[in-house]
Every structure is written in C-alpha cells, then in structure tokens.
C-alpha cells in the first residue's frame, strides 16, 4: 500500500458500544462549542433508535486503528 493511501473500514456497532459512545460525545462537544447548543434533533437520542431494522449506526475507522474517525447514525422517523 503506498504511504498516502489508507483503507477506511466502515461497519455497524451497537449505539451503545464505545465506538458509537465516544464519536456522539465529541460530534456534540463540537457542535457546543460551535453553536452554543444542540438542536431538538440531537437531545435524547437512544440505543433503541439505532436498532435494527429500524436503523442502524456506523462507524469508521482508518488502517485498523482503534479509534473511531467518523459516524453515520442512520434511522427511521
């Protein structure tokens, strides 16, 4: 693999597990610092939402790192 190139894994996690926990935590933190608040769609967010077949949450990671670079939650209404 040249050494500007790099696999991104993208797989779904439980909303619940660490991965999913600790990218939510910094996206708010950021959007907090940015905004100075969190939009009605971002509080209250559950497990439960995630769930599938309802919907389900990614996670990305870069070359088998452990720590997760990115996220997409995605759900029904």
Do not use: C, K, N
Request: no cysteine.
């Amino acid at each position: 693999m040249h050494p500007s190139t790099f696999a991104i894994s993208l797989r779904p996690e439980p909303y619940q597990s660490e991965g999913p926990r600790w990218v939510v935590a910094q996206a708010e933190a950021e959007l907090v610092a940015r905004y100075g608040f969190l939009d009605g769609g971002e509080i209250g967010l559950t497990a439960t939402m995630f769930d599938p077949p309802a919907g389900v949450f990614l996670i990305a990671r870069v070359g088998g790192r452990a720590e997760p670079v990115g996220d997409a939650g995605l759900r029904t209404g």
